[in-house]
């Protein structure tokens, strides 16, 4: 039987947050990248700042005519994005429509859309930033399943939901702006038992010793907190959370980076640092899935 979403309205106020959280919730109120825009205009799949896997066609380079070339990478650059996306879903299921999945650090909410269309199930999302809530919010009510997925403006922390209620919990790319410990336990209380939790981050390598100069510059770029990969390990331990699948995307996240930066109109300064990150080893991009037991 489907109970209905316990979650407090996208209006409702974000919990006590830490002086760190307002800046992050300040920034992405204040966000209006086009990268973050203007590919998810393209079907109204908005993934916000999600990265991309995969091989790409990079004969959308050799495009003559400037104007469609510029289509036609951002098109590309997109398809990227919502394969990495696709990724992640598929390690969620089974799932039954019945089923009610959470996604914890939503952005602009595309990650839930992919998960309805594939399963049909119910989804809460919730985002520290109230514009963000909002527009996902939109583009649900739009696609007429916003009673099926909600976007919330809350803590992913602390965010009140019902304990066991949910089959599949996710963060994509977000745990770099909270402490692990903290959050794996919210998704551990969240998640029923057998529940499966799937994150895909950037992580710094710490069999290299403390994080690299070019880590260092991703965190100042985002204003956020890359973990190590081994911190990762150790707080789903502390959660129970028991990884069944790992999986280093690093080699297939580059081709993304690549073509990014040839997309005059996109680019955001940081595209070198991460192709140098991945390539000298000090930062990997990976995807965990881990049971509640």
Known sequence: MTTAPVAPTTTAPVPTQSTYQTRIADYWNAEENPVNLELGKIDDLYHHHHYGVGDADWAVLNEPDPDLRRERITAELHRLEHAQAELLAAHLGPLSPDD?????????????????????????????????????GEQARKRGIDDRVRYHHL??????????AYAASWNNESTMYVELELLFAEHARLLRRGGRYVVITGCYNDTYGQASREVSLINAHYICDIHPRSAYFRAMAKSRLV??????????AIPYWELRKEADHLVTGIEDTFLSAYRNGSFQYLLIAADRV
Request: charged residues 20%.
């Open 155 to 164: 803590n992913m922390l602390d965010t009140g939901f019902e304990s066991g």
């Open 100 to 136: 009610r999945v959470f996604d914890a650090g939503c952005g602009r909410g595309g990650g839930s859309v992919t998960a309805n269309l594939r399963y049909g199930c119910h989804a809460d999302d919730v985002t520290i930033s109230a514009k963000q809530a909002r527009f996902a």
């Open 243 to 252: 990884p069944v699948h790992v999986e280093d995307l690093t080699a297939v």
